[in-house]
């Protein structure tokens, strides 16, 4: 029925396409009186140190609880809120809640192994890239929590960033400057110049879940391990730090850290979860 009609004929002929776009439209016209009525909250999903196992830290992943379908995934509605432009106080509100919890950790755990405190990671829509209040908005969030730039890091991803000139660069530039340490998501899927990484004021690296998956089985495609091996070597020769997305089992755990990546997240060591589970995890292990 579909593969031989056009791509607007299609839509309009499938009785689905047209729920999804109705619900589309509900959602995004909800999304403002969601974020006064107080429906988004985050999970944390922990990042894990691949030499010693520890908890180092969490990414803020951002869920909508909508009073008529229940928990809303952010795939269906940061496109939207970045369509309308509300990711920009969507994404403050998840900076500024993501860092009091992070300074909260700090309280209950104090440092770990490394002198450093549980870090937090916030992923940035290229909208707030381009908001002229970024910069001062994040450090008066940093400021008000009383949390180290140190311990947060700006998740932005490749395609963001492809061709990106100077102004766009600029406010990420000067985070790095203070101390937050800027990463590069889904790493890999891009396309962008290797080369091009030198520029851009990054620190970490995250590879996409796609390398990972391809280590799901066994033995994993040796194709996969030298690619991930190539990007391991020269993120380490720029100085990168590299954390793999995506980890489900301890098979690929291992391979990851065979191969010299730096950090983990995944189903293996945590689903994203609440904001308290972090210190048990963390103090857990420091036990
Ligand atoms: P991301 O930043 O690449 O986040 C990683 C995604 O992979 C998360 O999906 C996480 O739940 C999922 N994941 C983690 N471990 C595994 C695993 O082992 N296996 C599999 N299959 N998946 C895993 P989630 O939470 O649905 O978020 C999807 C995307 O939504 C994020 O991708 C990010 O791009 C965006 N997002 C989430 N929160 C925010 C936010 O506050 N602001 C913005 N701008 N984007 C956000
Ligand atoms: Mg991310
Ligand atoms: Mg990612
Ligand atoms: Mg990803």
């Known amino acids: 029925r579909a593969k031989h009609a056009g791509g607007n004929r299609y839509e309009l002929a499938d009785p689905e396409a047209d729920a999804r776009a109705i619900t589309r439209h509900g959602l995004t016209t909800a999304l403002p009186v969601a974020l006064e009525r107080g429906e988004f909250f985050i999970e944390y999903q922990p990042l894990v140190h691949l030499g010693d196992g520890s908890v180092r830290g969490a990414e803020a992943l951002v ?32 900076l500024e809640e993501s860092v009091r919890q992070a300074r909260t950790w700090e ?14 990671n916030v992923n940035l829509s290229p909208c707030q890239l381009t908001h002229p209040g970024l910069v001062s908005d994040t450090v008066e969030i940093l400021e008000r ?6 311990a947060l890091c700006l998740e932005v991803t490749e395609s963001a960033l492809i061709g990106a000139d100077d102004d766009l660069l600029k406010p990420l530039r000067r985070l ?22 030198r520029r851009l004021p990054v620190s970490v690296l ?5 390398f990972t998956q391809g280590m799901q089985h066994f033995p994993a495609d040796p194709v996969d391990l030298k690619i991930v091996e190539g990007i391991v070597s020269l993120a380490h020769s720029l100085d990168l730090a590299v954390t793999v997305e995506g980890v489900e089992t301890g ?31 963390a103090l857990a292990d420091a036990t």
């Open 63 to 94: 869920r909508w609880l909508h009073p008529q379908h229940g928990v809303i995934s952010p795939d269906r509605f940061i496109p939207l809120a970045e369509h309308t432009g509300l990711i920009v106080p969507l994404g403050r509100w998840v």
């Open 107 to 120: 309280a209950v755990t104090g440092a770990d192994q490394a002198g450093l405190p549980l870090r937090v």
């Open 145 to 150: 929590a009383g949390l180290a730039p140190g």
């Open 176 to 197: 790095a400057e203070m101390g937050v340490d800027i990463a590069l998501d889904d790493f890999g899927t891009g396309y962008s110049n290797l080369a091009n990484l």
């Open 206 to 210: 995250k590879l996409d879940r796609a």
């Open 251 to 281: 098979a690929q755990a291992d391979q990851l850290r065979e191969l010299g990546c730096d950090t983990a997240q995944g189903w293996y060591y945590a689903r994203p979860g609440p904001p308290d589970r972090l210190h048990e995890l």
